[in-house]
């Protein structure tokens, strides 16, 4: 009997979460690939125990990571998954998954939202913002593509009517984070894309796929959000951001765990970003101007007569 549905995750030395993710999967019927970006620790002897289908492709970002895995493996069932390593499947979405049947899916519905539980340092993360997460992670197979136009966030584009499973909970808590220097480094190559892209979006090289509504589906909304935020002034910003999170969303109800993390995922990185983005606006002014001088140096020797 074909299974309903296949789970692709992405993979880099997660030897830590990957079989705490495929133990939460234990008892469905399923086709596992796994797409490794050059893993050195246990992960790629843990897939292969699982049987999984396995790729290796050099890691660029997300965005490019998830539409390789999605081009290149051949998933033969009707529906797909894509997960992090670091994600859990919580009772509620296993019993849904475990229930699951193409059939009942009317025609034109072609994705599936999922509520995320985000942990950080062994906290639940309720306020702030954070919850309900829904990110759509589930959706039909071949219908279902990654946003290139995103540059650090991966995020799925499906065409078609979605629905939200609300309590359909995924649990991410990524354990190397509890290292505050594992999560300072991560975020500060993190803030290199994100103020590459947010440049690449002022110059309108880059645009959004979802349609920008702030009454309309979770990534809708999101689009629409991003969209003040790039045009709110730099440095300006992630003050605003962090008061609208820590005071308005209450973050500040998260213990002390969840106010470090509103701090330094909510004003932090925001504010490393800025930083990021007026460097490289600056460097791309100083180039032009070196550009233009180096111009008006070659004509006036061209013109120069001998």
């Known amino acids: 009997m074909t299974p309903a549905f296949s789970v692709i995750i992405l993979t880099y030395n997660e030897a ?29 002897s843990i897939a292969k125990k699982y049987q999984a289908t396995v790729l290796s492709n050099p890691f660029e970002n997300h965005p490019k990571q998830w539409h390789f895995a999605l081009n290149k493996f051949h998933v033969k069932t009707p529906w797909t998954i894509g997960l992090d390593a670091d994600h859990i499947i919580l009772p509620e979405l296993y019993e849904r998954l475990k229930k699951f049947n193409p059939a009942d899916i ?15 340092k062994g906290r639940w993360l309720k306020y702030g913002g954070y919850f309900p997460k829904y990110l759509l992670k589930m959706f039909r197979t071949g219908i279902g593509h990654s946003d290139l136009n995103e540059n650090m966030d991966h995020r799925f584009v499906v065409e078609g009517e979605k629905i939200i499973w609300k309590d359909g909970y995924l649990k991410e808590e990524n354990l190397k984070e509890n290292e505050i220097s594992f999560w300072i480094s991560k975020h500060n190559r993190y803030s290199d894309l994100v103020a590459q892209e947010e440049v690449e979006r002022y110059q309108e090289l880059r645009t959004q796929i979802n349609s920008a509504r702030f ?18 002034p730099l440095y300006w910003r992630p003050f605003i951001y962090f008061i609208y999170r820590f005071i308005f969303k209450l973050g500040l109800l998260d213990g002390p765990e969840g106010r470090l993390f509103h701090f330094l995922q909510g004003f932090w990185f925001r ?18 101007v070196l550009d233009s001088t180096t ?9 120069t007569p001998r």
């Open 16 to 44: 830590q979460h990957l079989p705490r993710l495929l133990a939460s999967l234990e008892g469905l019927h399923y086709d596992l690939f796994i797409l490794d970006s050059g893993s050195t620790d246990e992960t790629l």
């Open 215 to 232: 009454f309309g589906n979770p990534d809708e909304r999101i689009a629409f959000l991003k969209k003040i935020w790039w045009k709110l």
């Open 271 to 288: 504010l490393i970003v800025d930083e990021k983005i007026q460097e490289l606006l600056q460097q791309e002014k100083n180039q032009t």
């Open 295 to 303: 111009t008006i140096r070659t004509e006036s020797i061209i013109e």
């Open 106 to 120: 009317a025609p034109n519905i072609n994705g599936i939202y999922f509520n995320r539980k985000n942990y950080f």
